[in-house]
Structures are given as C-alpha cells and as structure tokens.
C-alpha cells in the first residue's frame, strides 16, 4: 500500500488558514385556456384544446395563433400565451421565441395577469433587460399587495439571473416589507441575506444608504457575518448589531433561525480523505491542486482542524484506497483527480462517506457523491449565455485546429442552437501561426467580396475602386484563443472591418497577466472567469496568494488548479447546505458554487470586458436553462467553401 499521511493539526497550532436557473417547463408545463371564450361554443379553440389534451403541441399551437389573428386586444394576447407555451412544448423554440416579441409589442393592451405571464416568458427565454423594462411598466399603485409581491419577486429573480446581485437585493428588501406570512417572510428573508453574503465588503458599502435604515441593516448584518464568521447570539458583534437596530425585522424570528440553520449547515468531518497522484502526467496538476487544499486549511484553522490525508491514486486501485480510507476514519474524500479514477469510485457499489470527486464521470444521482470540475465546457455555456443575454442570435465560431478547439467549438454550437441561436459560420485556425488573415478572411467572407467586385469590374470594363465588405449576417464572434493568439487575433479582425463585430471569449485568454500594455490587445472581448481572477482585490486570501507566488510563473492552470483544491476543501462543510438547495450558494475562489440534486457542483463565474487593457468586471455569469430539455431541433453549421472551413453536424 503506497499511501502518506501528512496530519495538519500540529503545524496549524504553530501558527498556520441563479441565476436562479428557470426551467422553459415552468411555463409550458401549465396549460392555459382562454377564460373569455370558456363560457361559449367555439370550434376553433375545441380543437385547440383537443388536441393539447391528446399532446399534439404543434397543432395546438397553430390553432391557438389562428384564434390569436381573428382577436384583439387582451384576447388576442391570452391566445398568443397559450401558442407560445404550446410551441415550447413541441420543442420549436425558435418560434416561441418569435411570438412572444410579438406579444411584447401587444404589453400596452395585455391585462395586469397577461403583463406577468409575458414577463416570466421573457425571463424564461433570457430576456432579462426586456423583462425588467416590462415589469417597470407596470403601475405598481394600481395593483393588490399579492400583485406587488409578484411584481418584486419577478424583479429580485431577474436581477439575480443577469447577475445584479445589488438590485437583487435591493428588490427582497422591499418584499420583507410585503410579504405578511412567516414562513414565506422567513425565506425572502433568508434569501435576501443569501445574496448580500455573495457581494463583497466593498459592493456591500457602497449598497449603504443613509435615509434607508431597514437596508442598512441588512447590509450591516451581512458585513458583521462577512467578517467576523459568527451567527453566535451571544457574540459581541451580533449583539452590537442588535443594540443599533433594535427594532429591525431581522430581530424577530430570523436571527434565532438563522443561527439554528448555522448549525446544522455547518458539519465539519474530523479526518479529510484526499485522492490525488504523486506520479504520472497528472502529478504536476496534483501538487497545484494539494498546495490549494492545504492553504484552505491553513485558512479555516480557528472555526476547524481536521486530520488530512493524502492517497496515492498512481499506485493503487480506487477500491483499496477507498476500503483504506474508511479503515482509517476518514469521514469525506476529495478526489480523485483523473478521469477514468473518477468513473471508477463513482461505479462503487457503496459509498458509506461523500466523495468530492474532482472530475466529471457517466454517472450523476449517487448517494453521498459529488462531482467538482473546471471542465472548459461550463466556461463556454456561461459566456454563451452572457451573449444571449446581450440580445446577440447569429454566432460565428472562430476556433484553432486541435481536438480541444473541435471540442469546445462543438460544445458552443450545440448548447448555442438548444437556447434558440442561430451559427452562421464556423472557421478554424493553426495556433502555430502569427498571421491569421486567411482564416479571418473565410469567417467574415472578404474573399466572397472581392471575388464579386472583380466579377463586376469585369462585366462593366471600368476601373471601380474597391472597399471590402464582410458579411452582415452575423451579430457575434465566439473565439476560442489563448491569451497570445487572442492578443494578435483581435487586431487582425479590426484591420479586417470586424471592429464592430462584438466578441466572447472563455476564460482560456486570461491567465492573470495584469500587463496594461500587452493586454490592449485585447480591448472590447468579453469573457467569464473565476472570481480569483477577475476581480483578485475581492477574493483576497494571504494563505493561497502566499501559495501561489511560489511558483516564478503562477499564472494560468497553476493558479486555477490552486484555487480548485482550496474550493474543494472548503465545500466539504457546506455539502448538507448546498446540495439540493435552490437558493444557496457558496462563494469560492473558482466561482460563485451550488450543488442541484444530482450533485453536479455548478460554478457561477465573474465576466467582465478588456478596456484599454484593463479588466472591467460586469458582474456574475448568468445561468440559463437550456432548451435542450425540451427536445429543440438542432440544426447543422452552414458548411463554408473554404478547405480550411469546418462544419459541426
């Protein structure tokens, strides 16, 4: 048995430390008739209905746009809800989506009811400006308390899902004042304290209002528990807090709850497991991802000090290291790390402990397993999803030629074409080259151009001057790029009249580099990355910065794989918390995390654009639900007539 132990507890006496995701079922999965013709005969919507009830969506859907074109005013809306909800049903998003911009233009004759459907459709579909410009719309004194609490409830979910953390909050302070029910108050409040913990101390000090004082407490809580750790009634910083808002709602029933939540949150396993390879290609990635782990420790020293243990998974099989690891009391195993080790302790028959396994595996749902990744794929989904939020539709790709980028470019094609998108144009690149102007060329279709004024020139016989002009049917560019081939990239597609072409980026162009001068290169790409990255001055941990300036070059897959291992370890008390907890989050140096049921830990990651090589962060990645769970039709690249042009089918 090669395995090592490396016990933590005398050392650290020594002095060592969503968007809320909406499913597109929500409002298709409730079938709705129109209640002004229920009360009398009409064929047209018999048929409708009949054929909801036999599943026949499309049909229905048609139906429903027929009554739809022969009604007007809040009728001609109704039946345009029930066509949207029917056509998402089916599966034709595309033309969900149509209709409902058609019943945006309709808001004004909408009734107060129908102005909150269209507004969870827009949410739905990732419209978060358009929905909050609806909602806003809305005459709020003309409305029933239940309406208003509708009508902030609304705006707390869209704010959070563009990630306006701020306004999110903003909007759950004025619910606490609504909302009359104490078990429903008790939530809005837990999830008003939820969100201000995720902003740092510095959004939280600017939140602070003078004339607000309801606010101001919250904000003032949360910053007490930011800082000091303590839910402890006792405490002197929760009793000060007390003495200056005496009379602040959060001193009736929700201090006393959230200190009994705290402590049953909060299960701290005596003896931490770890599984990772001292040998082979994944060793080096391994003593980033232990440096990590240890800083974590380091840093919840005086709330925790358990046994850690390292196992050698380049040795010994998953299942003798686990039998090993129970031997040996462990109460939670993080790892392994590659992942073919991955599949083989999630096929375990029995798990008697959690495993945080640091790769992704076939099989999700299992008892007391958990998956944590930096998998590429979730930085690609999460900036797609901040391009669809911006409103864009028409990608091209721009990717290099390797398995990785065929991978990724995939990836983004794919789950792009699930929410509603559209790809007009994918072109590859070699990444060993400087000059990129061919493959820009092909993307953009200069040459198509140029082949069309020379056509001309020719039948005309007259000497035209010439402009190049590139396609106009694309509203985006996704490049996939490392940080030196983004810097000599983004220039080339200015000189090539792309200047005005937005583009997204993962968080493969940005190891940490903070040079002004090489970075303006990179001006006006936006792109998602982990927090620790992107906005360092709010993730600030002396253990793990310590930790990674040992290294002469810490940036890139060094500080990413440091900042895993300390999220990993830090999640192992969380686990009870977090897992299958709509609303709760956990603020890790690798992303804002949560854990859905089937244990896929999700990371929420901080976006932001270059701007004269400086980093502007934008705020959290939002999270949008797929349509892919509806079954939407995917339809293939355009393939280009270039050699070098590929097309994902």
Known sequence: ??????????????????????????????????????????????????????????????????????????????????????????????????????????????????????????????????????????????????????????????????????????????????????????????????????????ALSFMRPSADSNLSGWIDLATTLKQHNTVDLTSPEILSWQTQYPSHTANSAFLSTLAERSLKDFITPQKVGVFLPLNGPFSSAAHSIRQGIIAAAYSMASRWQPDITFYDTSTDSIDLLYTQAISDGMNVIIGPLDKSKAAEIASLAERSIPVISLNKSELTDQTNYYEFSLAPEEDVTQVLSLAWLKGLEKALILSPQSSYGERLASHFSHTWQQLGGEIVGLQTYDPEQVDYSTAIKNLLQLDESHNRFSQLRRRLNLNLHFEERRRQDADFIFLLASPREGRLIKPQLRFHRAADLAVFSTSNLYEGETNTVLNRDLDGISFCAMPWLMEPENYQEANLDKASKRWPKAHGSHVRLMAFGYDAYQLTPHLDRLHGNTFSRFKGKTGLLSIPRSGLVNRQLSCGYFNRGKIKSTGLAPHLQRASQLSAPIKPIEKATSNNTQALQ
């Open 1 to 202: 048995m090669n395995y090592f132990k490396h016990s933590l507890s005398a050392t650290l006496k020594l002095g060592l430390i969503v968007i809320i995701a909406f499913s597109l079922l929500n409002c298709a999965s409730t079938q709705t008739t129109p209640k002004a013709l229920t009360a009398q005969s009409n064929p047209l919507l018999d048929q409708a209905q009949a054929a909801l009830s036999q599943q026949q969506f499309t049909l229905a859907a048609q139906l429903f746009v027929q009554l739809a074109n022969v009604s007007t005013g809040s009728q001609k809306g109704e039946f345009l809800i029930s066509a949207i909800n029917a056509y998402t049903q089916a599966g034709q998003i595309e033309t969900a989506i149509a209709l409902t911009h058609t019943l945006v233009d309709l808001a004004d004759k909408l009734n107060t009811e129908q102005q909150f459907m269209l507004a969870q459709l827009l949410l739905q579909q990732g419209k978060t400006e358009l929905t909050i410009e609806l909602l806003t719309r809305l005459d709020e004194p003309q409305l029933n308390n239940e309406q208003r609490i509708r009508l902030h409830t609304l705006s707390s979910d869209t704010f959070f899902q563009a990630g306006n953390l701020i306004e999110s909050a903003r909007e759950r302070v004025i619910l606490d004042a609504l909302i009359h029910q104490p078990s429903d108050k008790l939530t809005n409040q837990s999830r008003l304290l939820d969100t201000l913990s995720l902003l740092s101390e510095q």
